[in-house]
């Protein structure tokens, strides 16, 4: 009788990352990027998986697959939110969620975003240009504004925030205007707000 070939090993988490441990708090977590991010952080050995979304739907199935995935060797707590990133007081209301249910995040990804592609002239100044900045750059910033003073007083452990930028944030590109000015000023931003870190004796805190 021939055995029968055992399957995969489960992935176990990475010796000496960040992610090892920690809370992650990931937006725009539904699908894409983003799913890629949860995936990961749950194959590492995070804590605890926070999925941001305005799909609650995928958001909670999502939750639910990997939480149960072979690759979540450390048991890690996977919990979706609604969350709409354009409002800054619905942002501050799931943060609190969030840290009442998997506590206060270790590693933020400010990954949401949206793409509108047209002549400046044709945006709509509402739909196109408001939300746009809205998602892409003033959402990451009330989001961080929400996170960072529990990451700066915590020096237990490192804590991240990464910022999801884009090529468009570094030249100028016709037909993407609004969308390239929103990952300028998202590249501006960060790199500024890396430096008051960094001078402020916050070497814990990476961005």
Do not use: C
């Not at 090892?20 to 799913?35: D, H, N, P, S, W």
């Amino acid at each position: 009788m021939s055995a029968s070939k055992p399957g995969p090993t489960p992935a176990k988490p990475a010796a000496g990352s960040v992610i090892a441990g920690a809370t992650v708090l990931i937006t725009g977590a539904a699908r894409g990027m983003g799913e890629l991010y949860a995936r990961r952080a749950v194959r590492e050995g995070a804590a605890a998986v926070a999925l941001w979304d305005l799909d609650e739907e995928r958001a909670t199935r999502l939750a639910a697959e990997l939480e149960g995935s072979k690759d979540n060797v450390a048991r890690t707590r996977v919990r979706a939110f609604a969350v709409d990133i354009s409002d800054r007081e619905a942002i501050a209301a799931a943060a609190r969620a969030t840290r009442e249910q998997l506590g206060a995040p270790d590693i933020l990804v400010n990954n949401a975003g949206i793409v509108r592609g047209a002549l400046f002239w044709e945006h709509d100044p509402e739909r196109d240009i408001e939300l746009t900045m809205r998602i892409n750059i003033l959402g990451p910033m009330w989001l961080t504004r929400e996170l960072l003073p529990d990451m700066m007083a915590d020096r237990s452990r490192p804590k991240r925030i990464l910022n999801i930028a884009s090529a468009a944030g570094t030249l100028a590109n016709p037909r993407m205007s609004v969308y390239a000015s929103s990952k300028w000023a998202m590249i501006g931003w960060s790199e500024s707000l890396r430096l008051e870190l960094a001078r402020s004796g916050h070497d814990h805190d990476v961005v």
